[in-house]
């Protein structure tokens, strides 16, 4: 029972360079989304989406760009990779209104 | 908006010792309230949630109750373990926006042996 899979693990980027951040999950939850993690904020939204060719904002999107051609998949992609952009990503689905969210095991990346 | 505040950390106990993490929110309605649990290294998981008022979530000895007069869902556990030293972090999420849970900042756990 896989869950949700993130990959890669880690990663270090140079700053301008571009990258895809990958999340797949096996239990065909409608939603999923993204979330950054940086020390003393929590967790903040990024990108969501309802379902599969629906995505929308959240609440930091600058400088990323999400979509979702199947139920399984919701790639993050960073565009041109910026230091502000170093932080621990999470990727989460969830079955629907009022329920619990599934979480991948991270992917901490860095931007030199 | 929807928010959720969480007392700072890191919080610091001897093993055995009585654990309250204190979490309020700011909501409409009837949101749901969850606290998950991140231990090192790893993803969130679900510790225990509440659907509703009044409600008393639980698990692996640690409750919390759903307290709307107060907007408060605080976390408390017994007799803390070494093995509970992790961040926690309180959560709501609500009606059609239920996929944008909205974290609190997490609470950082130390247990002592």
């Known amino acids: 029972n896989a869950g949700v899979t993130q990959t890669p693990k880690f990663q270090v980027l140079k700053t301008g360079q571009s990258m895809t951040l990958q999340c797949a999950q096996d239990m065909n939850h409608e939603y999923m989304s993204w979330y950054r993690q940086d020390p003393g904020m929590g967790l903040r939204l990024i990108h969501y989406s309802v379902g599969a060719g629906i995505t929308d904002q959240g609440e930091v999107p600058n400088g990323y760009n999400v979509s979702r051609s199947t139920t399984e998949d919701f790639p993050l992609r960073l565009l041109s990779a910026a230091p502000s952009q170093t932080s621990v990503y999470f990727c989460?689905?969830?079955?629907?209104?009022?329920?619990?969210?599934?979480f991948g095991q991270g992917t901490r990346l860095t931007v030199v | 908006g929807n928010s959720v505040t969480q007392m700072e950390g890191p919080v610091t106990l001897s093993e055995e010792a009585f654990l309250t993490i204190n979490c309020t929110y700011t909501?409409?309605?009837?949101?749901?309230l969850f606290w998950y649990v991140q231990y090192p290294g790893e993803g969130l998981q679900l510790l225990l949630k509440?659907?509703?008022?009044?409600d008393k979530g639980s698990n692996k000895g640690f409750e919390a109750t759903y307290r709307k007069e107060t907007t408060s869902f605080h976390l408390e556990k017994g007799s803390v373990q070494v093995s509970d030293s992790a961040v926690y972090f309180c959560?709501?999420?609500?009606?059609?926006?239920?996929?944008?849970?909205?974290f609190g900042a997490g609470t950082r756990l130390f247990v002592k042996a």
């Open positions: 959560a709501l999420s609500q009606g059609t926006g239920g996929f944008k849970t909205i």
């Open positions: 989460a689905s969830t079955t629907g209104r009022n329920t619990e969210a599934f």
């Open positions: 509440a659907t509703k008022a009044d």
């Open positions: 909501a409409t309605g009837y949101p749901s």
